[in-house]
């Protein structure tokens, strides 16, 4: 896989997880509503993945040293990377209960960050646990913070 297309891969997959798993997850504590997940994770699937992908673009455009084929490399593989990897939580809040699919979007997207990080850091020859350890935690602090958020905007604007 060429550089462009690692870029694009690496930023769509672990921001693809992160940002769904926060939505899912605030949206659930917050709302308890399914609608509003799935409505949220079409919404990121699209509107970040675009905006993503326009981000990478222009960040790789800024350095000045990559073609034009490169930066569209990135661009796409960003955009495809982070709109399939947000539509694949749509499964589990489709086929299941909701607080079973939070669950298993957890699940899913935690075993998406540590394969990746496991994988990366391997072909760099690096700690595999380190990289699992580091990237799983900033996981995990984004779906504490995004839970209570959703908390707290259900006491305060809540039924």
């Known amino acids: ?49 675009f905006s993503d992908a326009l981000g990478i673009h222009v960040s790789e455009e800024s350095e000045g040293v990559h073609t034009s084929l490169e930066i569209w490399q990135s661009t796409i593989a960003t955009f495809l990377t982070k709109f399939f990897i ?10 299941l209960p909701l607080g079973q699919a939070v669950l298993t979007s957890v699940v899913w997207g935690m075993l998406l960050v540590a394969n990746f990080s496991y994988t990366m850091a391997r072909a760099q020859n690096k700690s595999g646990l380190h990289a699992v350890t580091e990237h799983l935690t ?22």
Not at 34 to 47: E, H, P, S
Not at 86 to 95: E, G, I, K, T
């Open 1 to 49: 896989m060429n550089h462009s297309i690692k870029v694009g891969v690496s930023f769509g997959l672990n921001s693809g997880v992160i940002t769904t798993l926060g939505l899912i997850v605030g949206l659930y504590s917050g709302t308890q509503s399914a609608l509003a997940v799935i409505g949220g994770i079409i919404t990121i699937a699209i509107a970040d993945a």
């Open 86 to 95: 947000a539509m694949s939580f749509l499964v589990p809040v489709l086929l």
């Open 138 to 159: 900033i996981a995990v602090l984004v779906i504490i913070i995004t839970y209570f958020v959703g908390v707290l905007v259900d006491n305060r604007f809540g039924p």
